[in-house]
DNA sequence: AATTGTATCATTGTATACAAACGAATGGTG
DNA sequence: CACCATTCGTTTGTATACAATGATACAATT
């Protein structure tokens, strides 16, 4: 055994699904414009790579809802709207708020210190108003919390919006007074969580989700959406 | 202008959707059991088609969550347990509660009459005790009534459940008692749409969505799942 | 006998080639 | 000039060919 694949996580994932998830980054950054037409052939000789993976991961994004498929015309991106992105809160919270029952009657010493964890870096990137930081640890402790659970159907739904709430809610925590208003209210749910308090904690999750809506709504209106 | 395609229905459907359609029916049934693994070469051949578009096919069915891909080994059905079922259904109580407001407030006289001529067909299979038509009818009773509302990627979501639904509320549907309340049932709805009656139709869909679930999942655990 | 190395085979991953369909430009006809 | 048919180019749809990988069987070594 001299060399073996050391690690699994470098292991050469298939190349469709690099651009599935390409793709999937331009689409929800925005740079590929929502409307736009994407041609195959023009698209692979960008990535450099040849329409057949092209296609796999086009047929994914389509499943995704990213995409929309017209028939011997190809794909167009789908445009986000206002009532899309409340669609979306909405969806998430309610599925959320399904969750949570397993959640607390999961949790563990092990997963709560996970969550300790991150809520240190977060009170550290909070500090410098290091808000690209923030997002990124934001996103690491909603997913770590959501991951208690074993209702692998319903986080498989809640994944599926994952990529836009971190998106949109980016927006949410530009805005200083939410970010305060939020970092507390992490704080809250690990408290909440050491005690087991299920009812403390839908209530408070509910809030969470809803604050962060709205704040990205109003945000995404005056941007001009 | 001698002879245009007539029926936009009937027009020839890309083999890749045709190929997905048929992949899913199969695995729904149970005709492919869970747990197979799908050979591409095999399966294109049965279905005198090449690998391309069947790939594509599993790409989608993968984002579905109907089949689990794996590297260098292909796709694998997935199986459903007793808790899959569960959480389907849930999900799909949970998302109905989200729409029924906007379903409210977009009814209309052409809609709720398209509802009363389903329902019509359904007392006649009612009658008869005609289960397979009224699965069917079922199946388009509330797909209808789930279209009245605009939340688009809510019903997206539904929509990803639906075949799901279908496929084991018929299960539900196959019982005599259960038949009879949900029969009942649907006729209560349509009174409440015609009052815009939300909270009556939130509770009376919430209710017989549970019994649903809970009529299948007895059914299904003495099928032994 | 157990284990490890190696050859072979089955199967997936990707590229390319060709066919079919659509759309825009062209040209003829009333 | 308007209108329709035709042609051509672009792009998608599908098939096939080839490369890469992993599994399996078997032989060699201990």
Redesign the pocket.
């Known amino acids: 055994?001299s060399h073996m694949s050391f690690d699994a996580t470098l292991?050469?994932k298939?190349?469709?699904d690099i651009a599935y998830e390409s793709l999937k980054q331009a689409i929800i950054t925005g740079e590929i414009p929502a409307g736009s037409?994407?041609?195959?052939?023009?698209y692979a000789d960008q990535l450099h790579?040849?329409?057949?993976?092209l296609?796999e991961a086009l047929r994914k994004l389509e499943r995704d809802g990213l995409v929309e498929?017209i028939?011997?015309?190809?794909?167009v991106v789908r445009a986000f709207t206002l009532s899309d992105i409340d669609e979306i809160f909405t969806i998430r919270n309610a599925m959320m708020m399904l969750i949570l029952p397993s959640v607390v009657a999961n949790v563990n010493a092990k997963e709560l210190d996970a969550l300790r964890t991150i809520l240190k870096e977060m009170d550290v990137a909070q500090d410098k108003q290091d808000v690209e930081t923030l997002a990124v640890h934001n996103r690491a402790f909603h997913s770590t919390l959501e991951h208690m659970s074993d209702k692998k159907r319903i986080l498989r739904v809640i994944d599926s919006q994952e990529e836009y709430i971190m998106r949109f809610s980016a927006v949410a925590i530009a805005s200083i007074v939410r970010r305060s208003h939020a970092h507390l209210e992490h704080h809250k749910m690990v408290e909440l969580l050491e005690k087991k308090d299920l009812e403390g904690l839908k209530q408070l999750m509910h809030h969470h989700l809803e604050e962060s809506k709205e704040t990205c709504l109003n945000a995404m209106a005056n941007r001009g959406f």
């Open positions: 055994m292991e050469s298939p190349i469709r037409r994407i041609v195959e052939t023009a790579i040849s329409r057949t993976p296609r498929y028939l011997h015309r190809g794909v």
